[in-house]
């Protein structure tokens, strides 16, 4: 199969939002219908050296029909759920969390030496997924495998499987449904990294640090930069270092019905979520 580069076809700039008991944080997908990519419907930047942003945190609240993948940067997010798992979230580590049939969890943000970082993304599931048991995965710092190239530059891939200089990396998370890849890319100045994604699968590029470009179209900061069609992405820095989000992954193409934190198919089955909730039978 000939190779065909994946270029900018799309922007979905993050803006302020909150989220929990008044969390500050940069939504980009998911603000609207309109800007979830699929199997994606929500990708939550948050960043803060205040905390007065986000110590209130998340107190107990729901999910059913979706993943979450909580990916933190700096500081550390202390989790604790219906099903007795406790756990804290480390800089550099990954929480992931399978509502399926339904979770009931809460969320405390903490910062280190001054600083609280990381993001939160929404991934859907299929139909026949919806109402799977919950799980719940926390991946530390040291299970997300790092390349170091030549140049520079530093990969890490938290899920899915990337094959770089003919050398595969598997990630810790594996999710047959939607296929995701999900990497942290830092490059230094004057570089260049190739990196293979499944032609098949939607893709997307979120900077967060620096400047970098995609077959000279600068990358927007703080912005959901999504890619067309191809099975590589080549990403070039020049005078300054980068770091960036790159996820792809396979779409479901289902109708999506949501309120808040229930994604299902329709909105009865949205209705269901509500009722079962609010009667204690969302867990059971």
Same mark, same amino acid.
């Given at each position: 199969m000939s190779s065909l580069r994946r270029k900018i076809s799309r922007v979905i700039?993050?803006?302020d939002s909150q989220d929990g008991a008044g969390v500050q944080l940069k939504r980009s997908i998911g603000r609207n219908p309109? $800007? &979830?990519? #699929?199997?994606f419907l929500m990708l939550d930047a948050f960043s803060s050296d205040n905390p007065d942003d986000y110590i209130a945190g998340f107190p107990p609240h729901p999910h059913r029909g979706f993943e979450t993948v909580t990916y933190m940067l700096d500081g550390h997010m202390i989790h604790r759920d219906h099903m007795g798992n406790e %756990? #804290? !979230? &480390? *800089?550099?580590?990954?929480?992931?969390? $399978? *509502?399926g049939h339904g979770v009931i969890h809460e969320e405390r943000p903490q910062m280190v030496e001054g600083l609280m970082r990381g993001f939160q993304l929404w991934v859907n599931l299929p139909a026949k997924e919806k109402m799977k048991p919950a799980a719940y995965q926390n991946i530390e710092p040291e299970q997300v495998p790092e390349k170091r190239l030549a140049s520079g530059a530093i990969i890490k891939v938290i899920a899915g499987e990337l094959t770089i200089d003919d050398e595969p990396i598997q990630g810790p998370i594996s999710a047959p449904n939607t296929e995701p890849l999900y990497i942290d890319l830092q490059l230094p100045p004057g570089s260049k990294v190739e990196l293979p994604i499944e032609a098949t699968h939607n893709a997307l590029v979120y900077l967060f640090d620096g400047q970098a470009n995609i077959? %000279?179209? *600068? !990358?927007e900061h703080n912005a959901v930069n999504v890619l067309g069609q191809g099975n590589f992405v080549a990403i070039n820095t020049d005078q300054t270092s980068a770091r960036m989000l790159v996820l792809s992954g396979k779409p479901i193409g289902e109708p999506v019905a949501q309120y808040g934190p229930f994604v299902m198919n329709t909105m009865d089955e949205v209705e269901q979520a509500i009722q079962d909730y609010r009667s204690g039978r969302l867990t059971a």
């Open positions: 700039p993050a803006v309109s $800007t &979830r990519v #699929d199997p %756990g #804290d !979230l &480390r *800089a550099g580590g990954v929480q992931w969390m $399978t *509502a077959e %000279g179209e *600068a !990358l």
